[in-house]
Structure formats: C-alpha cells, structure tokens
C-alpha cells in the first residue's frame, strides 16, 4: 500500500475530537512558525490547518479557541492572503570592495 501524502486528509482519517485536535495543532504550529519568521513554512502549515478546518461542522468550529479561529481566518489572510504578490526569490547582493567605499 502506497504511503499517504501529508496533506490528503478525509473525514474517515480522523474521528471528531481528534479532528478538532489536529486543526489546533496545526493551526498552533502554523503560529509558532509565524513567531519565528519562518514564512514558507507558516504558509504551507497553515494552507493544511485551513484544509482541515473548512471540513468541520459549526460546532466543531466553536470548540476551537476562538484565539486560533482569529489568527486563521483573519490576521494570517492579511499576509497569505490571495491578493498577496508571491514572495521574491534572493537578489545577489554586489560585493563592495574596499577601495570602492569611498
């Protein structure tokens, strides 16, 4: 049997507290991602906790604290949000030389 992607999360994967669980797990890591400016990873941590978090019903959206519903929905999308332009790749930087300073 193939190995499952990290990211092809079902309903029948998880039973509903554990569902609940996994969404605030990732969303948590997705923050502690974010608080160490560590953006690719914030953003695919928290495209999965989203993932996983549009599958609950309502009342399992109101078991999450509503302090991680906030940060998902609302100050993440300010940053990965879709009308965000995709992050640059590094410039090189030209080297100064010493007699060009000055």
Not at 21 to 39: F, G
Not at 75 to 95: D, N
Request: charged letters at 40%.
């Amino acid at each position: 049997m193939p190995a499952k992607k990290k990211s092809d999360f079902t309903d029948s994967d998880f039973k509903d507290k554990e569902l609940v669980k996994e969404v605030c797990r990732r969303i948590r890591v997705a923050r502690s991602y974010w608080d160490a400016h560590n953006n690719p990873a914030c953003r695919g941590e928290r495209a999965r906790a989203l993932e996983l978090y549009n599958t609950l019903s309502r009342e399992q959206k109101q078991q999450i604290p509503q302090q991680l519903r906030i940060w998902l929905r609302y100050r993440s999308e300010k940053y990965f949000g879709s009308q965000q332009t995709l992050p640059k790749s590094k410039r090189k930087r030209r080297r100064i030389k010493n007699s060009d300073r000055y």
